[in-house]
T-cell receptor, first 116, second 112 residues
Framework: NAGVMQNPRHLVRRRGQEARLRCSPM?????VYWYRQLPEEGLKFMVY????????ESGMPKERFSAEFPKEGPSILRIQQVVRGDSAAYFC??????????????FGPGTRLTVL | DQQVKQNSPSLSVQEGRISILNCDYT??????FLWYKKYPAEGPTFLIS?????DKNEDGRFTVFLNKSAKHLSLHIVPSQPGDSAVYFC???????????FGTGTRLKVLA
C-alpha cells in the first residue's frame, strides 16, 4: 500500500531555470495539495487540486508558479525562472474522495529544491 | 499575522516521562485540529486529530486536549520514548476549507 510519492527528492537548479516537481497521490485518493516549507518555518498551503481541476490556488505566488493534476499521471508543480528565494522543501499531500468535512491529508516525503 | 503559534521551539524530556506540546490559535473559525510528527528529510506523518465538538481525544500514548474558550490545544505523550524525538506541528483547519494552517513546530527530544 504505497503512500504519497514525490520525485525527485532533491532538485538543484540555477537561477532562471525551470523546476518541475511531481506527486503521485495514495491509491484511491483524488485530492492533491501542495505545501511549501521555508527554513525554520511551518508548512504553508499553496494549492489544492482534484483531477483536471484547480480548486483553490490562493497560496500560490501569482507569477512563475503553476500546478496541474491531469486525468492521467501525477500532479505537477512547475516553477518557471527560479530565484534563490524559491529554495525550500515542497510537500505534496493527498486525501480520499470527500465523505465529509474531516479529510485527513497524508504527506509525501517532499522535494528539496535548491536554487544556486 | 500568525494564526497558529507554537511558542516552544524545542522541548527535552526524559524517557518515560510526559511530553506536553502546546499550540495557540487566533482564528475562531477553526473547527478541526490535527497534529503531525515530522522526522528530518521526511514528510509530516499524521498523528492524531480532534474536532471542535470535543475537548479530548485519546489514541494510545497520545492525547490531544482542546480548550476552545482559550483557543489552545495541547498534545500529551505518555510515556515518552526516544523514537518520539521529532518535530511536532499542530495544523488547524477552518470550517468549509481544505487549507491546513501549520504552526512553526516544536522539536521534541526524548532523552534515554
Amino acid at each position: 500500500n504505497a503512500g504519497v510519492m514525490q520525485n525527485p527528492r532533491h532538485l538543484v537548479r540555477r537561477r532562471g531555470q525551470e523546476a518541475r516537481l511531481r506527486c503521485s497521490p495514495m491509491k484511491g485518493h483524488s485530492h492533491v495539495y501542495w505545501y511549501r516549507q521555508l527554513p525554520e518555518e511551518g508548512l504553508k498551503f499553496m494549492v489544492y487540486l482534484q483531477k483536471e481541476n484547480i480548486i483553490d490556488e490562493s497560496g500560490m505566488p501569482k507569477e512563475r508558479f503553476s500546478a496541474e493534476f491531469p486525468k492521467e499521471g501525477p500532479s505537477i508543480l512547475r516553477i518557471q525562472q527560479v530565484v534563490r528565494g524559491d529554495s525550500a522543501a515542497y510537500f505534496c499531500a493527498s486525501s480520499p474522495p470527500s465523505r465529509g468535512s474531516t479529510d485527513t491529508q497524508y504527506f509525501g516525503p517532499g522535494t528539496r529544491l535548491t536554487v544556486l | 499575522d500568525q494564526q497558529v503559534k507554537q511558542n516552544s521551539p524545542s522541548l527535552s524530556v526524559q524517557e518515560g516521562r510526559i511530553s506536553i506540546l502546546n499550540c495557540d490559535y487566533t482564528n475562531s473559525m477553526f473547527d478541526y485540529f490535527l497534529w503531525y510528527k515530522k522526522y528530518p528529510a521526511e514528510g509530516p506523518t499524521f498523528l492524531i486529530s480532534i474536532s471542535s465538538i470535543k475537548d479530548k481525544n485519546e489514541d494510545g500514548r497520545f492525547t490531544v486536549f482542546l480548550n476552545k474558550s482559550a483557543k489552545h490545544l495541547s498534545l500529551h505523550i505518555v510515556p515518552s520514548q526516544p523514537g518520539d524525538s521529532a518535530v511536532y506541528f499542530c495544523a488547524p483547519r477552518s470550517s468549509g476549507t481544505y487549507k491546513y494552517i501549520f504552526g512553526t513546530g516544536t522539536r521534541l527530544k526524548v532523552l534515554a
